[in-house]
């Protein structure tokens, strides 16, 4: 079974210009979420959806940050522009959201290593 | 707030004892589930075990297992027979079902080295 997929796997870009970040869940999965990772400040969750829905943007930093679930299959993650302290790992997770039910593990995708120059 | 704490930044253990990595966590909420997350240097996450509040038994998946003291509020996790492999780092996470959040609240995490 395919897990979480992402692309790039890594990026290099210069400060200024819009970086695009993609990510497939698992079929079937309802629920997916946005993670940035970083020495300083651990795991962060960015954004989540329920059903392609954003439920809870709180933890996107700024404006130059947006997230778009146009369907039930992909997700982007895009920073526009972006700037050296966005230099990062981003991670893309999915799980299968069911009121009630204990466990609904999130998945997680191998994340995506930005570089801002 | 719910806060989940690892105080063990590393930890070292000869390969084939085993190790436990501790886990502490704070919430008034009686509802809640423990996570383990292993991530190794290649940078995936990988989901390892489960504990939900209400569950009468420890969690155990093959040789780990995660011992659950609900009135201490720690969710430590033990890796019995350690292998060269467990070589990572550990996260602790913690999901509180809070509406239609139920998002996950991640520990500093542990770096766990095997030595041969």
């Known amino acids: 079974d395919a897990g979480v997929i992402q692309s790039p796997r890594h990026e290099v870009t210069e400060m200024g210009q819009e970086v695009t970040l993609r990510c497939k869940p698992i079929?079937?999965?309802?629920?997916l979420f946005w993670y940035r990772q970083t020495m300083m400040r651990g795991l962060e969750l960015l954004i989540y959806?329920?059903?392609?829905?954003?439920?809870?943007d709180s933890g996107m930093p700024e404006d130059r940050f947006s997230a778009k679930m146009p369907n039930a299959s992909f997700s982007t993650l895009k920073i526009q522009p972006s700037e050296p302290r966005d230099s990062a790992v981003y991670f893309c997770?999915?799980?299968?959201?069911?009121?009630?039910?204990?466990?609904?593990?999130?998945?997680f995708g191998p994340g995506t290593r930005l570089t801002v120059l | 707030a719910q806060k989940i704490t690892q105080t063990q930044p590393g930890m070292f253990v000869q390969e084939k004892e085993a190790v436990t990595l501790d886990c502490t966590y704070d919430t008034s909420d009686p509802s809640y589930g423990l996570f383990w997350y292993k991530q190794p240097s290649s940078g995936e996450m990988i989901f390892l075990i489960y504990q939900g509040s209400y569950d009468q038994q420890n969690a155990t998946e093959g040789r780990y297992s995660l011992n659950f003291q609900k009135a201490r509020k720690s969710a430590n996790l033990v890796i019995s027979a350690s292998q060269l492999g467990d070589s990572a780092m550990y996260f602790c996470?913690?999901?509180?079902?809070?509406?239609?959040?139920?998002?996950?609240?991640f520990g500093s995490g542990t770096q766990l080295t095997v030595l041969p």
């Open positions: 959806f329920n059903n392609n829905v954003p439920i809870d």
């Open positions: 996470a913690m999901r509180l079902p809070s509406g239609s959040a139920r998002q996950l609240t």
């Open positions: 997770a999915s799980r299968t959201y069911l009121a009630g039910i204990g466990a609904d593990t999130q998945y």
């Open positions: 079929s079937g999965h309802n629920s």
